[in-house]
């Protein structure tokens, strides 16, 4: 069963170490959810989620800023998704940064249960944004309760590093933590710099995808997060919005950095969770999610989450009992 989470549902923000970080965390009784933040100088905030939940959960979420900012999210383990008011969803996959755009947004964030999720998150506001040439990114962005994604896609060493380096280590005796504060800003605006300039390609790089093609792409996949239950094949979905294999995973790889069919099984596997959580049997759950043979769906689940479904499923009865 999907548990529904909201702002409401988390602790009252405890400050932890000398350079100011603020942990929130959710009810003990779902697992470890905790998210650390640091202000890191005016206009720049740090945020790191690192939660192990032990059920599916779905989170409301809303955020109304007073200017506009940007986004900056490197999944370091787990995947998790965010949907917003306007249908469009935002994954954030390990090995994967995410880049949007918003002043005001509405949404709902699920976090699959089962895995450990780590990500971190820059936020950096419209006025800092202006102080070293980036406020051109905002450009159409609305108070509308939407956000506009810019980037998606695979990550570099470059990347980890920096990343690597702003991790919270208030946990750490004896660290010498003078300068430190420093070393994180530092660390953050190469981040930013790093992520933002694959916003700007240079004539040598790939073209990105046109406007039109974007939309197909985001067509197909809206298909797989309707249908998955059907018996869905690249070429169905190519013909559905009027593409061809090629143009299709070439699309899927660049703008939401997977491919089709691994798509459809992660969408498939969350599911599939859900109705195992809720006491279906694994029988029933695999035709659900479309698969013909309960063997093959076992063998997908397993591959996915690293356990058996039958253990979701007796895992519910052995809390009742």
Known sequence: MVYRINSADASAP???????????????QLGHCATDRLQIEPGLALVYMDYQPNRPLLEASLLERESRCL??????????STTGVDG????????????????????ERCFPAGQALRQLRLVADEALLQRYGLADLLEGVRFDQSAR???????????????????????????DERGALLGMQIAALSLLSEQT????PSPATAAPLRPADQDKILQARDILLRDYAQPLTVAYLCAA????????????????????????????????????????????????????????FSTAFERHFGRSPKTVAGERWRTRA
């Open 149 to 175: 994604a810019l980037h998606f896609g695979a990550y570099g060493a470059s990347t980890a590093q920096w990343a690597a380096a702003l991790l919270p280590r208030h946990a750490q005796e004896g660290r």
């Open 71 to 80: 986004t900056l999210t490197v999944a370091l383990q787990g995947q998790s």
């Open 241 to 296: 919005v009027g593409t061809n294999a090629f143009a299709l995973k070439t699309g899927f790889r660049q703008l939401l950095g997977t491919s089709p069919h691994r798509m459809l099984t992660r969408i498939r596997m969350e599911h599939a969770w859900a109705l195992l959580d809720s006491g279906q049997r694994v029988s029933a759950v695999a035709y659900q999610v479309g698969y013909q043979h309960v063997s093959s």
């Open 88 to 107: 469009q969803r935002f994954d954030f996959v390990a090995g994967h940064s995410t880049l949007a755009a918003f002043a005001s947004v509405r949404g």
């Open 14 to 28: 405890q400050r932890l170490g000398p350079l100011a970080w603020w942990r929130s965390s959710l009810p003990a």
């Open 197 to 200: 300039r694959q916003l700007r």
